[in-house]
């Protein structure tokens, strides 16, 4: 079974920086792209920043400058580095990623999500 466990968020005033970090566990044979969402309450889940096996980035334009996205392949583990953070990053932060497990010989890819872990940017 294939978890993913968000840490690293919390209450920090406007300009403050969080790091959090999300780690894939179970029996995994690869993954491929881990990313970070964020939701508010009543809005999509939306796309903040997006890491490839092969390190190629992308970033919502308005964290880019920002936030940073990157990973530990021998640790399983994504990290966000948040900077500058401003009220409207307030939202929960969820992880993602694309995994591929063996079962009964088979390969099989999914997509997994981590619980989220809630960022509030006090003004």
């Known amino acids: 079974q294939v978890q993913l466990v968000e840490s690293g968020g919390g209450l920090v005033q406007t300009g403050g920086s969080l790091r959090l970090s999300c780690a894939a566990s179970?029996?995994?044979?690869?993954?491929?792209?881990m990313a970070w969402y964020r939701q508010v309450p009543g809005n999509q889940r939306e796309l903040v920043a997006r890491i490839t096996d092969g390190g190629r980035l992308n970033y919502a334009d308005s964290v880019k400058g920002r936030f940073t996205i990157s990973r530990d392949n021998s640790e399983r583990t994504v990290y966000l580095q948040m900077n500058s953070l401003k009220p409207e990053d307030t939202a929960v932060y969820y992880c993602?990623?694309?995994?591929?497990?063996?079962?009964?010989?088979?390969?099989?890819?999914?997509?997994?999500w981590g619980q989220g872990t809630q960022v509030t940017v006090s003004s």
């Open positions: 179970g029996s995994i044979f690869s993954i491929s792209a």
């Open positions: 993602n990623a694309g995994i591929r497990i063996i079962d009964s010989g088979t390969r099989h890819f999914s997509e997994y």
